[in-house]
């Protein structure tokens, strides 16, 4: 697959409209049977969701921490598979772990004190690229790092608005 040429027409499109490279995305939850567990559409598919056994969640889902390490993983995996290839590094395999730490005393309102959400995020590759030089990985971190967009959104955060009606 030539990923820079079946790019290259989208990028010269947001570069005559650059109004044509923004998009939103939208992800809907629903309610599902019990307070413990709910749908997620993302328009081009649905997930389930559950909470957490550790907040009185059934355990045998996933819990939407589960799908923001998910989320993480599955972009940093894509962009990072992506710019090797652009980078025309071969590769062999690239693997992607992700990793958080919650307490769960500050969700369940145990312990005032206590953090609620994730307090430390750990995400690791494995690049198996045997031809590629220390030069080419530092530039496939650098570029994967940059442009994986659930990262850069984590590490600056934008401002989230909430609404009710």
């Known amino acids: 697959m030539d990923l820079r040429a079946m790019q290259e027409p989208l990028k010269q499109g947001y570069r005559r409209d650059p109004e044509s490279g923004r998009i939103t995305l939208t992800a809907r939850g629903a309610q599902a049977d019990g307070p413990i567990a709910c749908s997620v559409d993302l328009g081009r598919a649905l997930y389930e969701a559950q909470a957490h056994a550790g907040v009185g969640g059934a355990g045998t889902g996933a819990c939407s921490g589960d799908m923001l390490l998910g989320a993480l993983a599955a972009c940093a995996q894509i962009t990072c598979q992506m710019v090797a290839a652009a980078m025309g590094i071969d590769v062999r395999d690239i693997a992607v772990t992700v990793e958080g730490d919650l307490d769960l005393r500050g969700t369940l309102g145990v ?42 959104t984590l590490t600056s955060p934008p401002p989230v608005t909430t609404t009710w009606s």
């Not at 590759?125 to 659930?150: I, S």
Request: aromatic share 8%; glycine share 8%; proline share 5%.
């Open 111 to 152: 312990d005032r004190d206590a953090p609620v959400g994730f307090t430390d995020v750990r995400l690791a590759f494995a690049v198996d690229a045997p031809g590629a030089t220390a030069e080419q990985l530092e530039g496939l971190q650098r570029r994967t790092e940059r442009y994986c967009v659930v990262m850069q």
